[in-house]
């Protein structure tokens, strides 16, 4: 039943419900691995990167050959392993305006 509602909110975009309902659903059956998959779906759409890989990679675990598990993996992989770096707030510091730029007669 969490499964279900939880997949039912995640068409709705409602993405914090969904992995709640998917976290229930787990909680009721640990070796769910369509549940873990799902679970990995909504915290990759909530930006919770870290938390997608390990659902995604409890379901592998759990269903190795589940065509779609697979599928939703690998794509995960893709765009984890393809993400930019993390900014540097460091350097996004004010360090006072910037110099102005020389006028074509001063070069």
Known sequence: ?????????ARMGSWREAAFRFERAI????????????????????GELDGAKEAYE?????????????????????????RPAPRDPAADADDGPEPAPASPENR
Request: hydrophobic share 40%.
């Open 58 to 82: 409890r379901a592998m675990a759990l269903a190795p050959d589940e065509r779609r598990i697979r599928l939703n993996y690998d794509r995960f992989l893709e765009n984890y392993r393809n």
């Open 1 to 9: 039943m969490q499964l279900e509602f939880g997949t039912k909110v």
């Open 27 to 46: 909680a009721a059956e640990e070796s769910n691995a369509r549940a873990w998959n799902n679970l990995g779906v909504a915290r990759e759409n909530l």
